[in-house]
């Protein structure tokens, strides 16, 4: 989205947040640091103006980010009480996705819901659901979006709480400032935040060294398995139902798994495979070095995303037959 086409997105959001009196936030399915730190923002941004958002997941917020301020208000999704504030809302804002069918057991009440719906999100190839589209994919992460878009907007923007949670999402996003899409004027805004009070240790202790031991148990098994596939160009994790059965671990443990894929050396294409534990289907993470893009590989698989980390998930099918799948379609995308 072009910068101007992005200021009248601003402007449009502006209007329909000032007249809305019920607001609704959500993000997709299985959420992250960027979903959950974009939401708790906006969320303690509309509470300063005055308003009281109803924050709403299909997914319960994982534990290393249990420590955002605010984050008890984000209730589980539950039909008989949620679908009501849904229908009644003047406005929806969803983050961090574009993707209807992303936002799990909400996309139905969503749907059908007369409110003004607003997406912001960063990533590539946004579906056509919302009434007003805020995208930018050069952007490193929603967070950082709803930054620019919170500046525009003025008012009580600059809290220690709205700086923490940006800080969480910016961060888990681009792998503590490790991707290609860090910038300069990133370091900028995280240099802001960082001056409003946001105790950088303290984050990273909290997102990255407060896991159970069932996720360790877990990770050590999905690295002792670990397969090398043309000639070391393809690196290959797998996570059978099983494993969550024997280490204990949840499906929101598997976080940061996919980045291993590309630790070792040669590897330009990483896939993390995993049959999911309690909503069936397989949920699979591609991941390339600088120069490979992944997104058009997730595409073939129903799935979508960044140019270097993309995701898909398959409703059903056997696991071992779409390993085997992607080791061969892998093959059109190295080099």
Same mark, same amino acid.
């Given at each position: ?32 640091? !960027? ?46 009480? !949620? ?101 300069? !004027? ?79 050396r040669g590897v330009q294409i990483g896939l993390l495979v995993v049959e999911l534990?309690?909503e069936g289907g397989i949920k699979i993470s591609f991941r390339s070095r600088s ?45």
């Amino acid at each position: 989205m072009q910068h101007s086409d992005l200021r009248t997105a601003f402007q449009q959001a502006q209007q329909v947040l000032c007249q809305s009196h019920s607001v609704v936030l959500t993000s997709h399915i299985h959420p992250d640091g !960027d979903s959950v730190g974009s939401v708790l923002a906006l969320w303690h941004y509309l509470r300063a103006q005055g308003k009281a958002p109803v924050v709403v997941f299909h997914s319960p917020v994982p534990a290393p980010l249990r420590f955002l301020p605010g984050v008890e208000v984000i209730r589980r999704y539950a039909a008989e009480r !949620d679908a009501a504030d849904i229908a009644a809302a003047d406005a929806i804002v969803v983050l961090d996705t574009s993707e209807l069918h992303r936002l799990g057991a909400l996309a139905e009440a969503v749907a059908r819901s007369p409110a003004a719906k607003l997406v912001i999100d960063h990533h590539l190839q946004p579906q056509p659901f919302a009434d007003i589209t805020i995208v930018d994919p050069a952007a490193c992460a929603t967070g950082e979006l709803l930054w620019r878009f919170l500046r525009f907007l003025g008012g009580p923007y600059r809290t220690p709480e709205i700086a923490l949670a940006l800080y969480t999402a910016i961060m888990t996003d681009t792998g503590s400032f490790a991707y290609s899409s860090v910038g300069p !004027d990133v370091h900028r805004t995280v240099a802001e935040l960082v001056e409003l009070g946001v105790d950088v240790a303290a984050v990273h202790e909290h997102v990255f060294q407060s896991w159970s031991i069932a996720r360790m148990r877990l990770l050590g098994e999905v690295l002792a398995a670990m397969e090398l596939y043309h000639e070391g160009r393809l690196c290959l994790l797998v996570i059978p139902r099983e494993a969550f059965l024997r280490t204990g671990a949840l499906e929101e443990d598997i976080e940061g798994f996919a980045q291993y894929t590309l630790s070792v050396r040669g590897v330009q294409i990483g896939l993390l495979v995993v049959e999911l534990p309690i909503e069936g289907g397989i949920k699979i993470s591609f991941r390339s070095r600088s120069g490979i893009t992944v997104h058009e590989f997730a595409a073939e698989f129903g799935g979508g995303g960044h140019p270097n980390a993309a995701g898909a998930r398959i409703p059903e099918g056997d696991l071992q037959d779409i390993c085997h799948r992607l080791v061969e379609r892998a093959r059109a995308y190295l080099r």
